[in-house]
């Protein structure tokens, strides 16, 4: 991964398991680097990983630590070592017990307990601890999934000068399930201290971004959420098998024997496959229901199709999972029972991990696959069944099998050619199993080799290069972004000393999110005590100008900050009212457009449930803060575009703030309001322009040379500075008005 710099950036992984098997011999340690798994995945960059730190997989003594370190050090890799507390509360606990279910759907299967989270959250501050050790200056440290998902946070504090990413593997839930977790707002910091978020699919990001808004009330854009000062990126990396491997493995001597064994086992009999690892989450009871509704229909499909079910040992110490390997058990043995004939079963049961051979040929020589898990983050099966498929295809020059996968899997995004089923509806895939055995050659050929492509696109070795490059890409633009510096110390400082020694002063406020916080309503944004104390103050100051520039409606402006010695700015600039004066309109604006808008927008309002539509004397606004994020985002830049195209010729100009759309008339703007009162002003005056949003750039291009003009938040062009917050403006202003004041007692002398 190559930096900023041009040189090339050291890279650390991080996941919960370190990719060796640890064992003791002869009273020492060895370590015995293992393959598959993320190990796979990550082939393609951990060679040129600086190290590995993870947990070895062994609860070791405290007084075998070093040793253990020893044997993995020979691999480049470094312990974090788990207690037998910790293995149970972080890992079975929180990681398996709580994040695992909840984020795939099985809110049943959660058990909420504290005592687990803070075991959680020690361990991923022991991560983060161990990382900020080893990482070297300017590391990419790139994180891996579910049981890690505060360490990001955490490492951001002990090492700023990294570079951190974080991958989720497995689904990321819909925001209503996600809130479930008590602590909800802990995790999600913890993830959005990373540079940058990759998911498998774009629902898992959507739901991401929909969450963050929800429990954090962060905005965010479809590559990026908004936090803290900072812009997290957020992209979609759909992984991959190890083409090359399967490849390999599929035209060795010892996988062709096992073909030609299988085709002579079966015959003429049509073989489904299935493989999974025991896991509530692959749906396998209900598989089995389908699967017995096939047979159901015509019994006599006993004698010409077999069920082959693979199913991998997992978690059996897991009391849950012992009862569902029993229930499995159990239903493959009655239906072997009602449907087999003497030396014919329906369904032949395989309880082991396989070899590579005997895998990829069953992969090859299977009619269908079956892979219908509940929910599953990915699930490679389904990528393996189709290369093999298609390269068996190749070699013999017969037709591939079909798949039929879940469209609950997040494969289903990129092998929309199999048959998509939804693994609840059991009729629906027992369909599905009749289809797959009845297509024709032609239809199976054009399905099979359209996802083959994709598969081979997908390469694990090409997912992790690809993957860092999108890292460092974000990195880079973020660093080259026209971002205002952040105003420190020493900057305001600057400014405040150039606001006491100018002899006049003028301030263009912006009122929503600059001076008073976004609400959920607009209505609820009333100013508080204290900024009306503050304006107040403000304009109490010798010879100093206040005025509020908003696009607000008059009536409101007035009945909010009406009576405060400042002037007002309504409608960005439609109507204006200086130091107490009388409303004055905008002359000679053309406002014949706004029927047609209005009637339009309307519509809009009844399609976007939550919405709400403002009219303005020269303008209208679409509201939409209270709305689906994801949807109301998309019909704003959809609606955008629409308006453009549809008055394009008309005095209009359309433009998108903080979850609203505005249209109002051309040639009323804020900018123009500036440059109207600054006209004549001489080039001493302290000018400050604070705003927000989009609608406020059009004052900072209105800033004289010596003006300086302050923007909320890190989206913008034109300002000198940022600040992250209203509460953050209104204590800068406070402290310009405390030095102003105390300039002027002191200028006045002691009285008497």
């Not at 991560?127 to 049981?147: C, K, L, N, S, T």
């Not at 540079?195 to 590559?223: E, K, M, N, Q, W």
């Not at 498929?389 to 199999?418: C, D, I, K, W, Y």
């Not at 008339?665 to 005056?685: F, H, I, Q």
Request: net charge negative; hydrophobic share 40%; proline share 5%.
């Amino acid at each position: 991964m190559v930096g900023n710099s041009g040189r090339e950036r050291p890279l650390v992984l991080v996941s919960n398991r370190l990719p060796v098997s640890l064992e003791r011999r002869d009273g020492t340690f060895h370590a015995r680097m293992s393959s598959g798994g993320l190990a796979t995945a990550l082939s393609g960059v951990s060679e040129d990983a600086a190290t590995w730190i993870g947990w070895p997989g062994l609860v070791v003594d405290p007084s075998e630590e070093a040793a253990v370190e020893r044997a993995l050090d020979e691999h480049g890799l470094r312990a974090v070592f788990l207690s037998h507390h910790d293995v149970e509360h972080y890992y079975h606990g929180f990681g398996n017990g709580i994040v695992w279910p909840l984020f795939h759907y099985f809110t049943d299967r959660v058990i909420h307990d504290r005592e687990a989270f803070a075991t959680y959250l020690d361990v991923n501050h022991r991560f983060a601890e161990r990382i900020a050790e080893e990482a070297p200056e300017g590391a990419h440290v790139w994180i891996h999934d579910f049981h890690l998902l505060a360490v990001s946070n955490a490492l951001r504090q002990l090492r700023p000068d990294v570079v951190i990413s974080f991958f989720l593997h497995i689904p990321f839930p819909s925001s209503e399930l996600y809130r479930m977790i008590p602590q909800r707002e802990e995790l999600l910091r913890g993830m959005l201290g990373a540079d940058y978020i990759g998911f498998h699919t774009h629902d898992y990001a959507r739901h991401f971004r929909s969450t963050c808004l929800r429990v954090l009330g962060v905005g965010s854009s479809p590559d990026a959420v908004a936090f803290g000062g900072r812009r997290v990126g957020i992209g979609v990396h759909p992984i991959g098998i190890p083409v090359d491997r399967f490849e390999a493995a599929l035209t060795s001597d010892e996988t062709t024997r096992y073909i030609a064994d299988l085709r002579e086992r079966y015959g003429g009999r049509k073989v489904i496959l299935a493989v999974e690892r025991l896991d509530y989450t692959k749906g396998i009871p209900l598989k089995l229901r389908a699967f017995e509704t096939f047979l159901a229909r015509d019994p006599r499909r006993a004698r010409e199709v077999v069920l082959l079910q693979v199913l991998v040992p997992s978690r059996l110490d897991n009391p849950e999972y012992q009862e569902l390997k029993r229930e499995i058990d159990e239903t493959i043995g009655r239906l072997n029972g009602d449907f087999g004939e003497p030396g014919i079963a329906p369904i032949e049961y395989l309880n082991r991990s396989l070899d590579p051979h005997e895998l990829v040929g069953l992969y090859a020589y299977a009619d269908v696959a079956l892979v219908t898990p509940m929910r599953d983050g990915m699930n490679l099966v389904a990528q393996e069944y189709c290369l093999c498929q298609s390269l068996h295809a190749e070699r013999t020059e017969r037709a591939p099998g079909v798949l039929v996968l879940s469209e609950f899997a997040g494969a289903a995004n990129s092998l929309s050619r199999a048959l998509l089923v939804n693994p609840w509806d059991v009729e629906g895939v027992a369909d599905a199993i009749e289809e797959a055995l009845s297509l024709s050659p032609d239809e199976r050929n054009l399905r099979m080799k359209t996802m083959a492509e994709r598969v081979r696109h997908l390469d694990c070795h090409r997912w992790g290069k690809e993957f860092c490059r999108s890292v460092e890409r974000w990195v880079e633009e973020e660093s080259n972004r026209e971002s205002a510096p952040r105003l420190g110390r020493s900057a305001s400082r600057e400014i405040v000393r150039r606001a006491v020694e100018a002899p006049r002063r003028v301030l263009f406020l912006d009122y929503d999110g600059t001076l008073r916080e976004i609400v959920s309503h607009p209505d609820a944004a009333r100013p508080t005590d204290e900024i009306r104390k503050l304006l107040a103050h403000l304009a109490s100051m010798p010879d100093t100008e206040v005025h509020v520039v908003s696009g607000r409606d008059r009536r409101t402006l007035d009945a909010w900050l009406g009576d405060l010695p400042i002037s007002l700015c309504a409608e960005h600039g439609f109507y204006t009212r200086p130091r107490g004066g009388e409303w004055r309109a905008a002359h000679h604006v053309d406002l014949s457009w706004m029927q047609a808008a209005e009637e339009v927008l309307r519509g809009i309002v009844e399609e976007v449930p939550g919405s709400h539509l403002e009219k303005k004397s020269a303008g209208l606004a679409w509201h939409y803060r209270l709305s689906d994020d994801d949807y109301a985002e998309w019909r704003a830049r959809e609606l955008c575009a629409i308006l453009s195209e549809e008055f394009a010729s008309l005095p209009i100009e359309i433009l998108r703030g903080h979850k609203v759309l505005e249209m109002r008339a051309a040639g009323v703007n804020k900018g123009s309001y500036l440059r109207e009162r600054l006209d004549g002003e001489p080039d001493d005056t302290f000018v400050l322009c604070i705003g927000d949003d989009r609608t406020d750039l059009d004052m900072y291009a209105a800033m004289p040379p010596q003006g300086v003009a302050i923007h909320v938040g890190s989206e913008g062009d034109g300002m000198d500075y940022r600040l992250d917050s209203p509460r953050e403006v209104r204590d800068f202003l406070r402290t310009v008005h405390a030095a102003i004041v105390d300039s002027a007692t002191a200028a006045a002398g002691p009285i008497g």
